[in-house]
């Protein structure tokens, strides 16, 4: 018969490496580009570049705060680079009011970057058609694309055994 305290203890130290997955994955973010956005991202003939960050949104408060969190980390490593964060459903701000604080900060392209690990529906589906709307509304004469989620990373990995203590 199992140990099952033993169980207990890595489920509950999962679940930790769970709780901590939207800093880990801010870091991971934050470490990719070591200091450099990549040229697809950088400002383009004197237009204002930002990046809205959008993940799925919860019912939890601290979990809505995380991507607003990842959004100041990533203003302190690139103060030249507008970020604003939204959520996609269930929590405010949503997209139209994400993309309407960026076109406010005179931004002329906006590149929305889905905030999640894997490319589901949300970050290749829901999320561009959500864009794509909120656009015709809130940004219309503002270039506006949507990056690919963070996906597979070597960072990524580095961030799971750090975090797993191995």
Do not use: W
């Not at 993940?55 to 990533?74: Q, T």
């Not at 794509?132 to 694309?145: D, I, R, T, Y």
């Not at 949507?146 to 996906?151: D, E, H, Q, R, Y």
């Amino acid at each position: 018969m199992p140990d099952s305290g033993g169980l207990e203890k890595r489920s509950a130290e999962i679940a930790g490496i769970a709780l901590v997955s939207g800093f880990a994955l801010g870091y991971v973010f934050a470490n990719a580009f070591k200091g450099k956005v990549p040229k697809r991202l950088q400002p383009t003939g004197g237009s204002q570049t930002a990046i809205l960050l959008v993940d799925h949104g919860s019912k939890r408060p601290k979990a809505n705060d995380m991507v607003f969190d990842v959004a100041e980390m990533l203003r302190s490593i690139r103060p030249d680079v507008h970020f604003e964060a939204c959520h996609m459903e269930i929590a405010e701000p949503g997209i139209p009011t994400g993309l309407q604080r960026c076109v406010e900060t005179g931004a002329t392209r906006i590149v929305v970057f889905p905030y999640m690990l894997s490319p589901g529906r949300h970050a290749t589906t829901d999320i561009p058609q959500m864009v794509e709307e909120a656009q015709q509304k809130v940004a219309k004469h503002v270039e506006v694309s949507v990056a690919p989620c963070l996906g597979i990373h070597e960072n990524i990995g580095k961030v799971i055994l750090e975090r797993a203590g191995v």
